[in-house]
């Protein structure tokens, strides 16, 4: 049984996790998007939303030792540690009056070969705005 069990493990080690993580992270700010499995993209989104919160918080400061220290903690969260300029050059100028949902996840289909759900994790181009419904 499952119960109380929170998390998960995507059949893979603490260091091997946190790889991806990192790996993932810095394709998705490279390129703006990523095609991934389903359930990396679900786990990619909670870590890149808050990566992008702290260093909007960061640039909001006054002080340069705060930007500093969140450079220094971005480049050991985002690989390759180029992605971290562009972040805050390119992206986070579109989303710093934005309180969150930075990105989106989109089903695109099932892979070849064994049949996984992959999705595309991207940029949301109108973050922060309520959907019509």
């Given at each position: 049984?499952?119960?109380?069990?929170?998390?998960?493990?995507?059949?893979?080690?603490?260091?091997?996790?946190?790889?991806l993580?990192?790996?993932?992270?810095g394709?998705?700010?490279?390129?703006?998007?990523?095609?991934?499995?389903?359930?990396?993209?679900?786990?990619?989104?909670?870590?890149?939303?808050?990566?992008?919160?702290?260093a909007?918080?960061?640039?909001?400061?006054?002080?340069?030792?705060?930007?500093?220290?969140?450079?220094?903690?971005?480049?050991?969260?985002?690989?390759?540690?180029?992605?971290?300029?562009?972040?805050?050059?390119?992206?986070?100028?579109?989303?710093?009056?934005?309180?969150?949902?930075?990105?989106?996840?989109?089903?695109?289909?099932?892979?070849?070969?064994?049949?996984a759900?992959?999705?595309r994790?991207?940029?949301?181009?109108?973050?922060?705005?309520?959907?019509?419904?």
């Open positions: 049984m499952r119960h109380r069990i929170v998390g998960k493990k995507l059949g893979r080690d603490d260091d091997h996790r946190k790889a993580l990192r790996n993932l992270a394709q998705v700010i490279d390129k703006e998007e990523a095609e991934t499995t389903l359930a990396k993209a679900k786990y990619l989104r909670p870590y890149l939303e808050r990566l992008i919160t702290r909007i918080k960061a640039s909001k400061a006054d002080d340069s030792v705060v930007k500093y220290n969140a450079v220094k903690y971005l480049k050991g969260k985002i690989y390759p540690q180029d992605s971290v300029k562009k972040l805050f050059d390119s992206i986070l100028p579109r989303f710093m009056n934005v309180p969150g949902g930075y990105t989106k996840v989109t089903r695109t289909r099932n892979r070849d070969g064994d049949g759900l992959m999705a994790i991207e940029f949301s181009k109108e973050a922060g705005k309520k959907s019509a419904k």
